[in-house]
């Protein structure tokens, strides 16, 4: 099946360090797949933070970005400089090109911003 | 805002008993889903539905039903809870359109005695 795997938490860095979340996938039964990254903030559900279909592709928001490697399978999360208020829970997921978005999710990275 | 709220925020069951989580969405979406998260797993799936009426199976719904009575509500029953049910619940809608993102409520924290 689908799989995702993604850098074991707790990561923690220090206020301004820039910061890396490894993610790889597996897709054996998605020629295409989607590729996500949603946060989740303490107290909170599960929000997007950015999304790319298109292998080569860059997303980016709120100074995280993460390109769509078909080649490595990778869709790795980099922040240049973070901030206290990005300590949460980042999923890395994939998807089907399709309607119904049956997502494929990593076990999920803590990360923990020191002041 | 797209929003979707679950309800309750915490449930303390007995094992063998009935357990029903609910779910809300005022985003008229087409797309609901019911995923749970463990320690050491990913989010994964239970059911999902398309629109009111319809209900299908995710990847782990074996002791798990579910209701889409309305385009807003979707829930999930558990008929005879198990200890190994014990978990945090997310419920999730989507508009339907390929690569939707998908709107989360804040979680329902299950503990089955």
């Known amino acids: 099946g689908d799989s995702v795997t993604q850098t074991e938490g707790p990561v923690t860095v220090s206020e301004s360090e820039s910061l890396i979340i490894n993610c790889t996938y597996s897709a054996t039964s998605i020629a295409y797949p989607n590729l996500f990254w949603y946060v989740r903030y303490p107290g909170e559900g599960l929000q997007l933070l950015l999304k790319?279909?298109?292998?080569?592709q860059k997303g980016s928001s709120r100074g995280f970005e993460a390109t769509y490697n078909k080649e490595t399978t990778s869709f790795h999360l980099q922040k240049a400089s973070v901030q206290e208020s990005d300590s949460a829970v980042y999923y890395c997921a994939l998807g089907e090109s399709s309607g119904y978005n049956k997502l494929t999710f990593g076990k999920g990275t803590v990360l923990l911003v020191s002041p | 805002e797209a929003a979707v709220t679950q309800s309750p925020r915490n449930k303390v069951a007995v094992t063998g008993g009935k357990v029903t989580l609910s779910c809300n969405q005022t985003n008229n979406h087409n797309n609901m889903y019911w995923y749970r998260q463990d320690t050491g797993h990913g989010l994964r799936l239970i059911h999902y539905s398309y629109g009111a009426g319809s209900t299908e199976k995710g990847d782990i719904p074996d002791g798990y039903k579910a209701s889409r009575p309305s385009q807003e509500n979707f829930s999930l029953i558990l008929e005879l809870a198990t200890p190994s049910q014990t978990s945090v619940y997310f419920c999730a809608s989507g508009a339907g359109t390929s690569a939707e993102t998908l709107y989360f409520g804040s979680g329902t924290r299950l503990t089955v005695l």
């Open positions: 790319v279909i298109t292998a080569g």
